[in-house]
C-alpha cells in the first residue's frame, strides 16, 4: 500500500493531537496515506496526488518555487504489517486514518486496522474521507469515527467528483459520522446549506472550517465565520495543528 514518506524517508506515522473537528485537541496517532480520488486547489497535503506528470493545477502553481512532486520522494510503499508495526510503536490508542483520500486504499487499511485491533481490542479508529468514496462493510465495522469533509466548488473539483450521493447518503445516516466543511468566504454558506437540506444532516453535525494553510490567513477568516456559526447554529473547527506549528510535516 502507498503511504506519504517525509522528507527524512520515513512513512509519515506521527503521534500528535488532532487539530480539527469533534476531536480537536486529542493526542493520537497519525498515518497519512498518499493518493487522493480528488484534487483541491488548496489543499496542504498535494505531495500525496499532485505529482510530476500529472494535469492537476494548484493555488500555489503561480510560486516560481512551487513543482510538482516526485512520487519516488514523497510515497513509499509498505504492507499493511509494516504500516500497523510502524503504528505501534507509539503507546497511544487512537488512530487517526488521513491522506490523501485512505479510502482509494481500503482495502489495505482494512487489514492494518484488523491487525492493531486484533493485538489490542482498545484501539479506537478514526478515518478522515473526502466524502466521496463508500466504505466497505468490513472497514465500517470497525471505525469508530468518521471526520467527513465533502468538497465544495471552492476546491475546483468538478461537482460529479466531490459530490458522491450514494457514499454521502451513507455517512448520512451513519451516528459516527461528523461533516466538516472547508470555508473560503461567506458565498460558500449556501453550498452548506444545501447539502444540509439535500442530506438531512443535522446542524449539531455539522462543522465550519476556515481555508488556510497558515496562522495569517486562518484569523483573516475565524472572526467572521465564528460569527456565522453562531448565529447560524454550526460548529466552529479551528485548525490547532496549523496554530501550533504552522505546516510543518509530521506534526
Ligand atoms: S480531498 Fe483532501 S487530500 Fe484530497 S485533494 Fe482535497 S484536501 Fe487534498
New binding site residues.
Given amino acids: 500500500m502507498k503511504i506519504a514518506r517525509l522528507p527524512n524517508g520515513s512513512p509519515e506515522v506521527f503521534h500528535t493531537l488532532q487539530g480539527e473537528g469533534i476531536s480537536t485537541g486529542v493526542p493520537a496517532v497519525f498515518v497519512r496515506a498518499s493518493l487522493?480520488?480528488?484534487?483541491?486547489v488548496?489543499?496542504?497535503?498535494?505531495y500525496?496526488?499532485n505529482f510530476e506528470g500529472t494535469p492537476w493545477p494548484h493555488e500555489k502553481d503561480a510560486d516560481p518555487n512551487y513543482t510538482k512532486f516526485s512520487k519516488d520522494r514523497h510515497m513509499i510503499e509498505m504492507t499493511p504489517a509494516d504500516v500497523a508495526a510502524a503504528i505501534r510503536e507509539y503507546s497511544c490508542r487512537r488512530l487517526v486514518v488521513t491522506?490523501?483520500?485512505p479510502l482509494v486504499q481500503q482495502e489495505e487499511f482494512i487489514d492494518v486496522l484488523e491487525i492493531l485491533r486484533d493485538w489490542d481490542h482498545r484501539w479506537i479508529f478514526e478515518l478522515e474521507t473526502?466524502g466521496a468514496i463508500t466504505p466497505e462493510p468490513d472497514l465500517d465495522r470497525i471505525i469508530s469515527q468518521y471526520n467527513v469533509?465533502p468538497?465544495l466548488s471552492n476546491?475546483g473539483?468538478n461537482e460529479d467528483l466531490r459530490l458522491n450521493q450514494e457514499a454521502l447518503t451513507f455517512f448520512a445516516a451513519s451516528p459516527r459520522a461528523w461533516f466538516k466543511f472547508?470555508i473560503s468566504s461567506p458565498a460558500d454558506l449556501a453550498e452548506v446549506a444545501g447539502l444540509q437540506s439535500q442530506f438531512g444532516l443535522d446542524v449539531e453535525r455539522i462543522f465550519l472550517m476556515p481555508e488556510g494553510r497558515d496562522p495569517k490567513t486562518l484569523q483573516g477568516r475565524r472572526e467572521w465565520l465564528a460569527e456565522k456559526c453562531r448565529a447560524l447554529g454550526y460548529r466552529f473547527s479551528d485548525r490547532l495543528h496549523i496554530q501550533l506549528w504552522g505546516d510543518e510535516r509530521g506534526r
Avoid: I, R
Fill in positions: 487522493c480520488n480528488l484534487h483541491c488548496w489543499c496542504d497535503t498535494d500525496t496526488w491522506g490523501g483520500e473526502n469533509s468538497k476546491s473539483n472547508v
